[in-house]
Structures are given as structure tokens and as C-alpha cells.
């Protein structure tokens, strides 16, 4: 969904978040800077923000050194975009963090220091396409060792039938 200069309410704790404009970026992106520093990201604008070299110095000017209101992290949350319930979902395949993501409109939602961690998690994209391919290698092998067993449990069942069948053909 484009952004537009709609105010819209905080997914974690229902408060009005602040729209900061990015100029580097030439976006609004939606702060929780009177509630719980959440961030919501529109529709593939995380991806601006997400590695340790693109720049988010006006995101942390509107959320360092404040002190913010603690939320729950399991409550339901719905998307301020399109209200549709978010899902939970973790940033990359190690399962360490998990956001809040709108499946309708695409939307994401980050509670505080969340863009932090998963900044720090790669030093570069191409760091995070190779932890996946690798977890996909891994998963197909297993995957493929497990249609072998299954292959093999199956030729020694049709050679059993077999016999039995020439035992009872012999009869």
C-alpha cells in the first residue's frame, strides 16, 4: 500500500504514531514516538532500512534516549493499514526475531529495537541470501535422504509381495 499522510494508530498500543519523513528514501515512514517506539514499515520499505550500511539515522533521532511504554508482544495485533490481523513471523531463518506482518497489504510492524537486532544480524544481503540457500540445501537434502528410505522400504516390500505371491502361486 503507498504511504499517504493518514495518521494511524500503533498495532502494539493503540497510540497515534508520528510520520517521519525520510529524505534519502522519499518516504514517510509511521513512529511510535508517544507510545512504544514501534515502527511500521508500508509495503517492501523495510527493505530500505534493513542492512547495516543504509542509512537510519532519522529513524534513531525519533527514538533514542526516550523512554517508552512496554507492550505485549503476543497480543494480537492488526494492521493500522488495511486492518486485517497481523501474523507473527521471524526476520530470517535463525528464528531469533520475530515481527509482525500484514499478509493483505504487506505491511510490517517492528517493536522497539527490533530494526537493531535485525540489522545486526548480516552484514550484507548477500550474507542473508547465503544462510537461506544454505537452510534450503539442507532441508532438500534431508528431504531427499528421506525419499531414499522411504524408495528403499518399498523395493523391500515389493520383493517380499513377490515371494509370497510365487509361494502362493506354487501352491
Same mark, same amino acid.
Request: charged share 35%.
Given at each position: +500500500?503507498?504511504?499517504?499522510? $493518514?495518521?494511524?494508530? &500503533?498495532?502494539?498500543?493503540?497510540?497515534? +504514531?508520528?510520520? !517521519?519523513?525520510?529524505? #534519502? =528514501?522519499?518516504?514517510?515512514?509511521?513512529? &511510535?514516538? $508517544?507510545?512504544?517506539?514501534?515502527?511500521?514499515?508500508?509495503?517492501?520499505?523495510?527493505?530500505?532500512?534493513?542492512?547495516?550500511?543504509?542509512?537510519?539515522?532519522?529513524?534513531?533521532?525519533?527514538?533514542?534516549?526516550?523512554?517508552?511504554?512496554? !507492550?505485549?508482544?503476543? #497480543? /494480537?495485533?492488526? &494492521?493500522?493499514?488495511?486492518? $486485517?490481523? +497481523?501474523?507473527?513471523?521471524?526476520?530470517?531463518?535463525?528464528?531469533?526475531? =520475530?515481527?509482525?506482518?500484514?499478509?493483505? &497489504?504487506?505491511?510490517?510492524f517492528?517493536?522497539?529495537?527490533?530494526? /537493531?537486532?535485525?540489522?545486526? =544480524?548480516?552484514?550484507?544481503?548477500?550474507?542473508?541470501?547465503?544462510?537461506?540457500?544454505?537452510? !534450503?540445501?539442507k532441508?532438500?537434502?534431508? =528431504?531427499?535422504a528421506e $525419499?531414499?528410505?522411504?524408495?528403499?522400504?518399498?523395493? #523391500?516390500?515389493?520383493?517380499?509381495?513377490? #515371494?509370497?505371491?510365487?509361494?502362493?502361486m506354487?501352491?
Amino acid at each position: +500500500m503507498a504511504d499517504t499522510l $493518514q495518521k494511524i494508530k &500503533c498495532p502494539a498500543c493503540g497510540r497515534e +504514531m508520528e510520520k !517521519v519523513f525520510i529524505p #534519502s =528514501e522519499g518516504i514517510n515512514l509511521d513512529i &511510535c514516538t $508517544q507510545g512504544c517506539g514501534g515502527i511500521f514499515f508500508d509495503n517492501r520499505e523495510l527493505d530500505k532500512f534493513d542492512e547495516k550500511d543504509e542509512d537510519i539515522s532519522k529513524i534513531l533521532e525519533q527514538i533514542d534516549g526516550k523512554d517508552f511504554i512496554k !507492550v505485549s508482544e503476543d #497480543s /494480537v495485533r492488526i &494492521c493500522p493499514n488495511c486492518g $486485517q490481523k +497481523m501474523v507473527k513471523n521471524y526476520s530470517s531463518i535463525h528464528n531469533d526475531i =520475530e515481527i509482525d506482518e500484514c499478509y493483505s &497489504c504487506g505491511g510490517k510492524f517492528l517493536d522497539r529495537e527490533e530494526l /537493531v537486532k535485525i540489522r545486526a =544480524e548480516y552484514d550484507t544481503e548477500e550474507e542473508r541470501s547465503e544462510d537461506v540457500l544454505r537452510a !534450503v540445501y539442507k532441508t532438500v537434502g534431508q =528431504e531427499l535422504a528421506e $525419499q531414499d528410505r522411504q524408495y528403499a522400504k518399498i523395493k #523391500s516390500d515389493r520383493s517380499l509381495l513377490r #515371494s509370497l505371491i510365487r509361494k502362493i502361486m506354487v501352491k
